[in-house]
């Protein structure tokens, strides 16, 4: 069964972790581990943020906001494209009555 759950050890903070994880989602979360690994140690090294708890709920904070403007300018982009396509599908239907009213 190769998609069972297997737990997987990450490190945050000097700290080791098992999660269980899909194997085709191993990589993804090892990944995200050392991200968060990352920040968290921004965070501590800064020194206004102490704490284990703290800098982990300072760096959640953060990245959600990171995510929510992403989402913010993703939702930006697919609003423009869809205008455009519109506007495109307006055109093709307006050069193609054209077409049809000259055949006629």
């Known amino acids: 069964m190769a998609h069972e759950p297997k737990p997987v050890v990450v490190n945050i903070l000097g700290k080791e972790y098992r999660v269980a994880c899909p194997p085709q989602e191993r990589e993804a979360l090892l990944q995200s581990a ?4 990352e920040r968290m140690r921004e965070i501590r090294d800064r020194g206004r943020t102490t ?7 300072v760096a959640a904070l953060n990245i959600t906001h990171e995510l929510m403007q992403k989402q913010g300018q993703a939702e930006k982009i697919d609003n423009s494209l ?3 396509v519109k506007n495109l599908q307006s055109k093709i239907e307006a050069a ?3 077409a049809r009213q000259i055949e006629i």
């Open 96 to 98: 193609l009555s054209s």
């Open 34 to 37: 050392a991200y968060l690994d």
């Open 51 to 57: 704490g284990s708890d703290n800098i982990a709920v």
């Open 82 to 84: 869809s205008t455009r």
